[in-house]
């Protein structure tokens, strides 16, 4: 009868597995150069822009500056571009630049070949078990984060 323990490291080995399984289908995203970091802000960026940097702030819990310091250097590099909000002036908005739209495209496409290419084969029901499985996983990962 298998453990715990032993569910969790099937768990991990076969995400490992699939990291190096779709090394070639990210080598798209790998060229832009983005620490982690900068590449989760940025895909958080692709997913909710305009956005603000209090948005940032609570989504990843981490301090003003440390996003203050990933967005200047993701505007420096043109991923992101800053603009006041026209609604309230002393609010920025954080949009994507160009790298960053260049970026969205390679998400988009990578998503399309993943739908296209692997996801065909698994049911709706398959897919919808994974997707709320992890979800629940980040809802216990993000709480126990938040409380301590």
């Known amino acids: 009868m298998k453990t715990l323990d032993t ?3 099937e768990l991990h080995d076969t995400f490992d597995e699939m990291s190096r399984l779709l090394t070639d289908d990210l080598a798209t ?6 620490t ?3 590449e989760s802000y940025l895909m958080f960026c692709v ?3 305009p956005l603000t940097a209090k948005e940032l702030v609570d989504e990843f819990q981490v301090s003003k500056s440390a996003v203050s ?3 200047a250097r993701l505007e420096q590099d043109r991923f992101l571009e800053r603009e006041k909000n026209p609604d309230n002036k002393r609010e920025t908005l954080i949009y994507l ?3 960053g739209r260049m970026f969205a495209r390679r998400i988009k496409d990578f998503n399309e070949k993943m739908r296209n290419d692997y996801y065909v084969h698994l ?3 398959e897919i919808e078990m994974i997707t709320e499985s992890i979800k629940k996983l980040n809802r216990v990962i993000r709480d126990k984060q ?3």
């Open 7 to 9: 569910y969790v490291k």
């Open 47 to 49: 997913a909710h822009a």
């Open 69 to 71: 310091q990933a967005i």
């Open 97 to 99: 630049g160009p790298k």
């Open 146 to 148: 938040t409380k301590g």
């Open 123 to 125: 049911s709706l029901e």
């Open 29 to 34: 995203l790998s060229q832009f150069n983005l």
């Open 36 to 38: 982690p970091q900068q």
